[in-house]
């Protein structure tokens, strides 16, 4: 079946009911191996229905649901089913935090946060990942503390802040770098009860990733495994392809009992064929496995 037919399928059969795949998509208990998870940004250009078909096929424990431009993701009920489908749970929830996704579902970011949760309680998701809200965004960052603490508590998702990077501004010094978020890049600046720690994004902030996941402590609760070579900006690159402490950190999560999720956030959009993705995809989660003990 091509991709466009599968996007179709996809719209047109959508539902409302929980699956069983969704209802499997709980915490981990204590002793039990840490859950892999494939975020459907991986799969981009394809929709997100190409990431829980490729979760499945390459043996992933579920998805991560990237909410952006491609109408699928935005769609819950359209998720359901897939996830249905598929037999893959959706493990956590992607808000649209990004540059180019501030429209998604709303314009105003606590609204989409919100919805962020909805969608995540409605799949089963144990968690919304966000980033930090930007500097322009001064209501929404006053507030953005109690509001992450009280959609947990009424929800009982976790909402994992997502550590960040600076940029190279578009004029003026070239080797100076400047923050887009309040009120840093680094989230346990005002300290939250979960986290996601983003390798990407501190091999793109220079941040070492040991002395971050301490400052998390054991509010570390998902990981963005992917590495970078210390370039100011967002590669996602296959793990063990940059300068990042993947394995490292992979081991001391085991070490250290960690009951959170991992989820591979690589960028395959250089893939000329979907045997290359594929690869790419594979490869990634046996890193992942090794270097867990799976």
Known sequence: MNEASRDGEADQHARSSPSRAQRDAVSWQAGKPIPVGLSTASVWPLRANAGFELAAELGYDGVEVMVWADSISQDVSALKWLSEKSGIPVL??????????????????????????????????????????????????????????????????????????????????????????????????????????????????????????????????????????????????????????????????????????????INTRGARRSAERARLLAESLLFARLHLGQ
Not at 122 to 145: I, N
Not at 193 to 207: E, I, K, N, V
Not at 239 to 262: H, N, S
Request: aromatic share 6%.
């Open 92 to 265: 956590s929830v992607h808000s649209p935090s990004l540059l180019i996704t501030q429209r998604i579902w709303s314009p105003d970011p606590e609204v989409r946060l919100r919805r962020s949760v909805d969608a995540a309680q409605e799949l089963g998701a144990r968690t919304v990942v966000v980033h930090p809200p930007f500097r322009w965004q001064r209501k929404y960052a006053d507030g953005f503390a109690d509001l992450v603490a009280e959609l947990e508590e009424s929800s009982g998702v976790e909402v994992a802040v997502e550590n960040m990077f600076k940029v190279r501004p578009p004029v003026g010094d070239r080797s100076r770098r400047v923050s887009a978020f309040r009120p840093s890049i680094d989230p346990t600046d005002v300290g939250y009860r979960h986290y996601t720690l983003d390798l990407s994004h501190t091999a793109a902030a220079g941040m070492d990733a040991f002395a971050l996941a301490d400052r998390m402590g054991t509010g570390l609760s998902h990981l963005h495994l992917a590495d970078g070579t210390g370039l100011p900006k967002d590669e996602h690159l296959v793990p063990g392809k940059g300068t990042q402490p993947c394995a490292e950190i992979l081991e001391k999560l085991v070490a250290t009992e960690f009951d959170g999720q991992v989820i591979l956030e």
